[in-house]
């Protein structure tokens, strides 16, 4: 069983900068591959980013590539989202999330789920 807390969202202006952390309860989170998925009212889960167990692979959707960056700490536990240029269609609740296995962009195909952060961005 893994558990996931995020934190690090807030509210911040068009423009600017964010750094979301997901810390986990694994015994080791090198066996899992992380990704970071955001849903905003109305709408379904959806993709950001994700990162492989070694942190060698990284893949991000069209939406936030150049802008956000996601990284790994294996030895603290720690996945981050860092999140520049900051838009307000970027406005969701942010989800961490593991598997154990390949990287992958698909909802489902994780085990495991963090409660969500909010992240606003004002115009």
């Known amino acids: 069983q893994v558990q996931l807390v995020e934190s690090g969202g807030g509210l911040v202006q068009a423009g600017g900068s964010l750094r979301l952390s997901c810390a986990a309860s694994a015994r080791t989170l090198s066996r899992y591959a992380m990704g970071w998925f955001r849903q905003a009212p109305g709408k379904e889960r959806e993709f950001v980013a994700t990162?492989?167990?070694?942190?060698?692979?990284?893949y991000y959707a069209e939406s936030v590539k150049g802008r956000f960056t996601i990284s790994r700490d294996n030895g603290k536990k720690t996945v981050y989202l860092q999140m520049n240029s900051l838009k307000p269609e970027d406005t969701a609740v942010y989800y961490c999330?593991?598997?154990?296995?390949?990287?992958?962009?698909?909802?489902?195909?994780?085990?495991?789920w963090g409660q969500g952060t909010q992240v606003t961005v004002s115009s």
């Open positions: 990162i492989s167990y070694s942190g060698g692979a990284v």
């Open positions: 999330a593991a598997r154990q296995g390949g990287t992958t962009y698909t909802v489902p195909q994780y085990d495991y």
